[in-house]
């Protein structure tokens, strides 16, 4: 009995596996939508009625994947802590280095995480909304542990809420500079050069800066 019952687990898996994979390649030919359950359903192989054994709304399919690259990105992030710096100074340029890799090494992580609020919680059981929320918590205050180990300055909590001002100006900096190819083919003019600076230019700066300011002294 223990054996059908691992076996029946694995196929599940594997089930969830597939859907997760497939939802996660039409998204990234179409990242201004989230494709409808029926597309997630056909790309999958699956039936619709199947889909909806695993995943009750497509919300909560892209939030499995946004849990997924949230994860791999504080595991690199935390990989980037574990080096221990010998400055202030050396802190925030080993951070900075790390924490832009791991950023560029998941293309779906910025498109999901500025669509968290507006979108995916939009039509989520709150409970799975919450339990996302307190994973997310947990591990920020974990990491935080590591910068504050780092940065012996740095009160108990300090340090979680540094990484939450990282986060908010990844995330917004990504929801002001981002914009479809259609609308900046039109933005030709002089006037909207501002709206068009290299995200990945301008983030380690505004990081940057703001990693000073409230690691000074």
């Not at 029946?8 to 597939?18: F, N, P, Q, T």
């Not at 994860?71 to 010998?86: S, T, W």
């Amino acid at each position: 009995m223990a054996r059908v019952r691992a076996v029946a687990d694995d196929e599940k898996l594997s089930k969830r596996h597939s859907i997760l994979d497939a939802t996660f390649r039409l998204f990234m030919d179409n990242t201004n939508e989230l494709p409808s359950m029926s597309a997630i359903a056909k790309a999958s192989g699956l039936a619709k009625g199947t889909l909806y054994l695993y995943f009750r709304a497509k919300e909560e399919i892209f939030l499995a994947l946004l849990e997924e690259s949230f994860g791999r990105m504080l595991d690199g992030v935390q990989g980037v802590l574990a080096v221990r710096q010998e400055s202030t100074a050396g802190f925030i340029g080993a951070f900075l280095g790390g924490y832009l890799g791991v950023l560029r090494g998941e293309p779906s992580f910025l498109r999901l995480a500025s669509m968290t609020n507006s979108v995916l919680e939009q039509n989520l059981d709150p409970e799975i909304a919450v339990k996302f929320k307190k994973q997310l918590a947990v591990r920020l205050q974990d990491i935080g542990s590591m910068v504050e180990t780092s940065l012996p300055h740095l009160g108990k909590g300090e340090g979680a809420k540094l990484l939450l001002h990282v986060y908010a100006i990844t995330i917004g900096l990504w929801q002001v500079l981002d914009c479809s190819k259609k609308i900046r083919s039109m933005l030709d003019d002089e006037i909207f050069s501002v709206l068009l600076a290299d995200y990945f230019e301008e983030l380690p700066i505004v990081l940057g800066q703001t990693l000073k300011g409230k690691l000074a002294g």
